[in-house]
């Protein structure tokens, strides 16, 4: 098998019910990813959420007890499979609204998404098409999350007779749901999850649809780290500072951690944020051995050519990079809590590999699902809610818009009491 492309990794998203954990079934099940005994276990499964006694594909990803019961997706499923032309990881999210937590944690890292709608739902006479609050939802997160991709799936054709209309006028909704929220690189396909219409092979069925299947389209879209292939400023938070603790002939220091952004090199001078000390790299040790250079997403211990006081939590950047320790962010939050969130209170705030206080000291506005118009008078933040807010930091982080460094630009909120997840956090800018 020869992989000649970067493996992609997308997620499934939509409203419940829209054949997400059934898609993912079908492309596996075509793909040919699946064992033997998949294959067997998957036919002698029960199929009460399919009709006609197919196969219920669904039971592929739908892992927990609880869903299959239910018949919904609650947790987040990886599936890893691959084709003669690439390897994939996919994310199969909820599309209840109760879970939406768990659809930005498997959006965060996705290079693009299928926004899976229910045609069945829909019909011709509807002018124009009003899509599901949940489709919104999802599509305002994946905007804020900066997904490169977004493929819509137009599901349950084959319950409508595979009518070109409905497709359309669908089309036609969503593409004014994404102006309005600024999403750009959009692509259609109508397709059958259950059947297989369009999924891997181009479905007969629908002679009126010009287009690629879309695996196809999956197999030829760029990632993430194609898309970003420019140069950035070499970026790694300090995980864990490595002592040796012998006689002081031999005492060894090394500060390890992940790099996030750029490269190092033997030789190179760093600046270690908030301190803003400088020195200079003396060695580089990696899992494959010592090296001359590093690049991103590599794992690295390295020593400088000097004592200086670094622990957890602290931040090697370029000496030339213009970044610097802010106390002052501003960011787009993604609320979990069934709390709603409270200004009066301090949160703890995780960025990178270091944990602090902080407090919102201000509330710009809410994103209203219905109207997709940004409520401003309003100083209530409810669970599955999208603000724009102001944060006060107990102390200085190196951070970065979300749209410029992923990790530089992320962070979560928790409930210092409850040690409870609260919020994810982007940031769009810092200094406010």
């Given at each position: 098998m020869?992989?000649?492309?970067?493996?992609l990794?997308?997620?499934?998203?939509?409203?419940?019910?829209d054949?997400?954990?059934?898609l993912?079934?079908r492309?596996?099940y075509?793909s040919k990813?699946?064992l033997?005994?998949?294959?067997?276990?998957?036919?002698?499964?029960?199929?009460?959420?399919?009709?006609?006694?197919?196969?219920?594909?669904?039971?592929?990803?739908?892992?927990?007890e609880a869903?299959?019961?239910?018949?919904?997706?609650?947790?987040?499923a990886?599936?890893?499979?691959?084709?003669?032309?690439?390897?994939?990881?996919?994310?199969?999210?909820?599309?209840?609204?109760?879970?939406?937590?768990?659809?930005?944690?498997?959006?965060?890292?996705?290079s693009a998404?299928?926004?899976?709608?229910?045609?069945?739902?829909?019909?011709?006479?509807q002018?124009?098409?009003?899509?599901?609050?949940q489709?919104?939802?999802?599509?305002?997160?994946?905007?804020?999350?900066?997904c490169?991709?977004?493929?819509?799936?137009?599901?349950?054709?084959?319950?409508?007779?595979?009518k070109q209309?409905?497709?359309?006028?669908?089309q036609?909704?969503?593409?004014?749901?994404?102006?309005?929220?600024?999403?750009?690189?959009?692509?259609?396909?109508?397709?059958?999850?259950?059947?297989?219409?369009?999924?891997?092979?181009?479905?007969?069925k629908?002679?009126?649809?010009q287009?690629?299947?879309?695996?196809?389209i999956?197999?030829?879209?760029?990632?993430?780290?194609?898309l970003?292939?420019q140069?950035?400023?070499?970026y790694?938070?300090?995980?864990?500072?490595?002592?040796?603790d012998?006689d002081?002939k031999?005492d060894f220091?090394?500060?390890?951690?992940?790099?996030?952004?750029?490269s190092i090199?033997?030789?190179?001078?760093i600046r270690?944020?908030?301190?803003?000390l400088?020195?200079?790299?003396?060695?580089?040790?990696?899992?494959?051995?010592?090296?001359?250079?590093?690049f991103?997403?590599e794992?690295?211990?390295?020593?400088?050519?000097?004592?200086?006081?670094?622990?957890?939590?602290?931040?090697?950047?370029?000496?030339?990079?213009?970044?610097?320790a802010v106390?002052h962010?501003?960011?787009?939050?993604c609320w979990?809590?069934?709390?709603?969130?409270?200004?009066?209170?301090?949160?703890?705030?995780k960025?990178?590999?270091?944990?602090?206080?902080?407090?919102?000291?201000?509330?710009n506005?809410?994103?209203d699902?219905q109207?997709?118009?940004?409520?401003?008078?309003?100083?209530?933040?409810?669970m599955?809610?999208?603000?724009?807010?102001n944060?006060?930091?107990?102390?200085?982080?190196?951070a970065?818009?979300?749209s410029?460094?992923?990790?530089?630009?992320?962070?979560?909120?928790?409930?210092?009491?409850?040690?409870?997840?609260?919020?994810?956090?982007?940031?769009?800018?810092?200094n406010?």
């Amino acid at each position: 098998m020869s992989i000649q492309k970067s493996p992609l990794r997308f997620i499934t998203a939509g409203s419940v019910d829209d054949g997400k954990s059934t898609l993912i079934g079908r492309l596996l099940y075509d793909s040919k990813a699946l064992l033997a005994d998949q294959i067997h276990a998957l036919k002698q499964g029960k199929s009460k959420y399919s009709e006609q006694g197919e196969i219920d594909f669904s039971l592929l990803t739908d892992g927990l007890e609880a869903e299959r019961e239910q018949g919904i997706t609650i947790d987040v499923a990886y599936r890893y499979f691959s084709t003669a032309n690439r390897k994939f990881i996919i994310a199969d999210t909820p599309g209840h609204e109760q879970y939406t937590r768990n659809m930005v944690t498997g959006a965060s890292t996705a290079s693009a998404a299928i926004i899976l709608i229910d045609a069945s739902q829909f019909h011709d006479s509807q002018a124009p098409i009003t899509l599901l609050n949940q489709t919104k939802r999802h599509s305002a997160i994946l905007q804020h999350l900066n997904c490169p991709h977004i493929i819509v799936a137009v599901n349950k054709m084959d319950l409508l007779d595979f009518k070109q209309e409905t497709f359309l006028a669908i089309q036609d909704a969503y593409l004014s749901l994404a102006h309005q929220l600024g999403l750009k690189d959009i692509h259609f396909v109508p397709i059958s999850a259950l059947l297989g219409e369009n999924v891997v092979y181009k479905s007969e069925k629908m002679p009126w649809y010009q287009g690629e299947s879309l695996l196809h389209i999956l197999e030829n879209l760029p990632s993430a780290e194609e898309l970003h292939q420019q140069d950035h400023y070499f970026y790694c938070p300090v995980q864990f500072v490595v002592r040796q603790d012998a006689d002081t002939k031999d005492d060894f220091r090394g500060y390890q951690g992940r790099i996030e952004a750029g490269s190092i090199a033997v030789g190179q001078s760093i600046r270690v944020e908030p301190s803003g000390l400088e020195a200079k790299v003396v060695e580089l040790i990696t899992p494959r051995g010592e090296v001359q250079q590093a690049f991103a997403g590599e794992v690295i211990t390295l020593r400088l050519d000097q004592d200086i006081d670094i622990s957890r939590g602290d931040v090697f950047v370029d000496i030339q990079a213009p970044l610097q320790a802010v106390k002052h962010i501003k960011a787009t939050l993604c609320w979990f809590d069934e709390r709603a969130l409270n200004p009066a209170r301090k949160y703890l705030l995780k960025h990178g590999t270091q944990t602090l206080l902080a407090k919102v000291s201000c509330i710009n506005q809410v994103l209203d699902i219905q109207t997709l118009l940004n409520t401003q008078d309003t100083q209530q933040v409810k669970m599955n809610d999208i603000a724009d807010v102001n944060l006060t930091l107990q102390k200085p982080i190196v951070a970065t818009p979300y749209s410029e460094n992923l990790v530089a630009g992320s962070f979560i909120l928790i409930d210092d009491a409850s040690y409870q997840t609260v919020a994810a956090g982007m940031i769009q800018s810092v200094n406010v």
